[in-house]
Structure formats: C-alpha cells, structure tokens
C-alpha cells in the first residue's frame, strides 16, 4: 500500500534545491524577455469560480478540472490555465481602457488528465497576453517573443508550428459541422487519430472533396509553401483569409529575422477552443509535449464584458526544464557563498564578519562549530559552498577555498579590514 504520509500524488511532484534553482532561473529569465517587449506582471488566485473556466469559456473538459465547493456551496475551480483568469481580470478592471494591455505571469496551472503518463497534472506556466489590438504585427511580435524567450533559456534547437484556428473553423462550417462534431473532429484531429476522423467524416454529410481536405490536414505542415499548397484545396472565403493572415505575419517574422525558427501545420488544432485566428505551439528535443502553446482569442473577452480583441502564450516551465537537462544545458545554480561557523568565545567576530558580508550581497551560511574542519569541508563539498571561513579562536580564521582546495590562516583584524570572501 502506498504510504500517503511520504508520498506525493501522482501527477505532481516535489522540486528539490537544484531543481528549484534552475527553475527560478528559468523564470526570471524568461520574465525579463517579457519585461522588454513591455510586458508587466500580474498575479491572478489560483483557484476561481468554475464559471470562469466552464466549457463555454473554450477551456479544457470538464473532467480534466479539479472542483470544489466553497462554504457557501459556489463550485470553484484550480485554474486549468490562466488565460480566463487574465480575460476575466483585464474586463474588470480595464473596462474603459481604450489602449492595448500587455500583461506577463507565471503561475501553476491544474490539469486532471486521462492518460498523463508521467506527465505533471500541477504545471508551471509563464505566459503573456496582449489584449486589444488584431493585427499581423501583433500576431508577429507575440511568436518573435516567444522564440526569444526560448533563447535566452538557452535553447538553440526548437521549432514554432503555426497554424490558423480560422482555417479549420471555416471548413467546418462549410461541412455545416454543429458544435458537438466540430469540437469532437478538432480533438481527433489534435490527437492525430485519422482513423477516428475518417469515421466521424463519414457520418457527416458534406462532399468528397471536403472531406478529402480534412483528411489532407496531416499533410500540411512544412515550410513557408504550405500556404500555397493550401490554398489549392479549398475556396471557402474563412480558411482563405486565415492563409493570407498567416503569409502576412510570415513576412514580419522575416523582419525580426526568427523566420528560421518557424514552420506551418495547417493540421495544428488545439484542445482549447478560444482560438480564432493563429495558433502557435513550440517543440524541442528532449520532451515529447509542446513547450510552449498560445494563440489569437478575439472572443473571450467579450464572454466577460469587454469587446476587444487578444493574443497570448504560455511556456510550460516544467516541460521546458526537462528538454534542458536533456539536451544537456547547463543553467547558472544558486549557490552559498560562504559557511561561517564559530565557537561561544568567537561568536561575536563571527556573527559581525557574516553581516557585513551579508550586506554586501553574498549568500552566507553560519553555525556553531561542533565538528572536526574536515568534516565541516565535506558538508560544504556536498552542498555546493564556495568556501568555509573557520574562527577557531579570537586572533585568527582559518579559511577554506573548497574550489582549490586552498587552505589559509588570516588574522581578524585583517578580515574585518578586507572584508574579502573565503
Ligand atoms: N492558456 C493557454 C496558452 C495561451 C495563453 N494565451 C493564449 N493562449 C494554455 O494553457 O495552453
């Protein structure tokens, strides 16, 4: 039987100190890439009423969200994502904001998944949204910040799939798909199980040649060409529009020079369904899952008072940190200085000399010195200490250089006058 006092449940996880700081790093380094491109931070609750993320908002299926009642019996949810929460917060308190908001986070997010082999079901995403505005250039700056925020976690082989909600919401109209089918063919198609297309396909009544473009939509992914290819198989007015959409922020992908890190999926549907325009979704070596998933939703804010128009993604911080260890990167860790330990005759020099280093922004451990240096050596050792400072009695220190291995006696006095780390 599992012991469910030491044991967390499946699907999330602990985060050890290495771990931790990696993760830490990531995060700040993403945000200040966000931070750039004018993006500011918000804080939204983890858990929310579940209207705010029920099926009409598009969000995840029911099932795949943990709900609870509150005392007074209202149904809550923890946020399956945040992009709702963001929705419901800028139509708040941005009601008669006329101007585009541009608005950052990172925050966990909760998915109650069927068959999440291994996969978290409490994720970490940090994402964007930039409300307002429709246009090419936006649909453009929000893929050139996400290619940006992917470098500077590191990564050097990644690729953005693009594809157009639009292009396959017009063919489903045109195949007078209702609601239930569309949504049932949308999840098929993103689970890339044509044989299930090919059978909802022919329970509907729609013509050869329209069912032969939902069945080509595997095929269409690759480069740049792709929209031409495309163009060829349909002339319903929604999906051609969405192809001149996505040739034009193509054009100003070329402008900020990331049109490398970009290829096409005409195929590319999302399990979200606010989606109405482009859609985005980033893959690397390392991880079997997107790193990172977003989109045009020029609907959902409207659901929560305010008319207007919105983009965003979000880079799934776990996701990410696999594909990084993975592919063998290497990520700047948090580490201690210095440890400082003493005795009850040098406790006051020891405790001064700690402040002040403290003061000057080292990471300063200290403690009462109750074991041999050695042993205090391989403590340090272990835990990643940069070097051990030792005040065995009132005139002198010994210090340990735990890098080299150097070893140094220093008079106090001197200390206090450098003020220099061991
Ligand atoms: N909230 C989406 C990502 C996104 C942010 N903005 C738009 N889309 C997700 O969880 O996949």
Request: glycine share 8%; net charge negative.
């Amino acid at each position: 039987m599992i012991d469910c006092l030491l044991h967390t449940p499946e699907g999330v996880r602990d985060f050890n100190i290495k771990e931790t700081s990696k993760k830490i790093e990531l995060q700040n380094r993403i945000g200040s890439v966000f931070h750039r491109y004018g993006f500011r931070d918000i804080q939204t609750p983890t858990f929310e009423y579940y209207d705010v993320f029920n099926h009409e908002r598009g969000t995840v299926d029911i099932r795949e969200m943990y709900k609870f009642f509150d005392r007074d019996g209202n149904i809550l949810a923890l946020r399956p994502d945040i992009t709702p929460s963001i929705a419901r917060y800028v139509s708040t308190y941005y009601k008669n904001e006329e101007n585009p908001v541009r608005v950052c986070y990172v925050g966990n997010t909760f998915r109650n998944g069927k068959s999440y082999q291994g996969k978290l079901r409490e994720f970490t995403q940090a994402g964007v949204e930039l409300i307002g505005i429709n246009s090419e250039d936006a649909d453009a700056e929000i893929i050139a910040l996400i290619i940006n925020s992917l470098s500077i976690a590191g990564l050097e082989k990644f690729q953005i799939d693009l594809g157009q909600a639009g292009f396959f919401k017009g063919l489903a109209e045109e195949a007078g798909l209702d609601a239930n089918e569309e949504e049932e063919l949308r999840n098929f198609v993103d689970e890339k199980n044509f044989i299930a297309v090919e059978e909802l396909l022919t329970r509907c009544n729609m013509s050869d040649d329209l069912k032969q473009v939902f069945l080509d939509l595997p095929k269409l992914f690759g480069s740049v060409e792709v929209i031409e290819k495309a163009r060829k198989l349909t002339n319903n007015a929604k999906a051609i529009n969405s192809l001149d959409r996505l040739e034009k922020v193509y054009e100003i992908l070329c402008d900020y020079g990331v049109e490398n890190y970009v290829s096409f999926d005409l195929g590319l549907v999302n399990c979200l369904n606010y989606y109405t325009g482009i859609i985005f979704r980033g893959y690397t070596y390392g991880t079997g899952v997107s790193i990172v998933d977003g989109g045009r939703y020029d609907t959902l804010l409207k659901q929560f008072g305010k008319d207007v128009p919105a983009i965003g993604f979000a880079i799934v911080i776990d996701e990410l940190m696999l594909a990084i260890e993975r592919q063998q990167i290497s990520l700047p860790e948090f580490n201690i200085d210095t440890l400082i330990v003493y005795n009850q005759q040098t406790r006051k020099q020891a405790i001064i000399i700690s402040e002040e280093f403290r003061s000057k922004g080292m990471n300063v451990q200290i403690g009462l010195l109750e074991k041999s240096l050695e042993d205090n050596i391989e403590y340090g050792k272990k835990h990643g200490i940069g070097g051990i400072m030792s005040f065995n009695n009132n005139e002198e220190v010994v210090l340990v250089n735990l890098q080299t291995m150097d070893k140094t006696v220093v008079a106090i006095n001197e200390l206090l006058d450098r003020g220099e780390k061991a």
